[in-house]
C-alpha cells in the first residue's frame, strides 16, 4: 500500500516490490499515482500465490478509507512489539 503525496492511499500487487515502487516514484507504474507524487510505501504483504495475492488486494481496495487506517495502525503496533 502506497501513501500518495495527497494523503490518498494506493493499493497493488506486485511480483517484483522493488521495482514497481520505482515505476510508481516515477510515474509510469500507475494513472493514480502519477499525478500525486511522491509515493511512500505503507504497508506490504508477501503472499505465496498470485491468486491469494489478487484475493488480498480485492479485499483490501474494499475497504474504506478508515479501514485502510486502521489496518496501517494494527501493523504499526505490531511492528513495535518487543
Do not use: N
Amino acid at each position: 500500500m502506497l501513501r500518495c503525496a495527497d494523503g490518498s492511499l494506493y493499493t497493488g500487487i506486485a511480483k517484483d516490490l522493488a521495482r514497481r515502487l520505482e515505476r510508481h516514484r516515477v510515474g509510469k507504474a500507475s494513472k493514480y499515482t502519477r499525478s500525486r507524487l511522491p509515493v511512500i510505501l505503507v504497508w506490504k504483504r508477501r503472499l505465496l500465490t498470485w491468486s491469494r495475492a489478487l484475493r488480498e488486494e480485492h479485499r483490501i481496495k474494499s475497504l474504506t478509507r478508515v479501514q485502510k487506517e486502521g489496518l496501517l495502525a494494527l501493523a504499526a503496533r505490531r511492528r513495535r512489539r518487543p
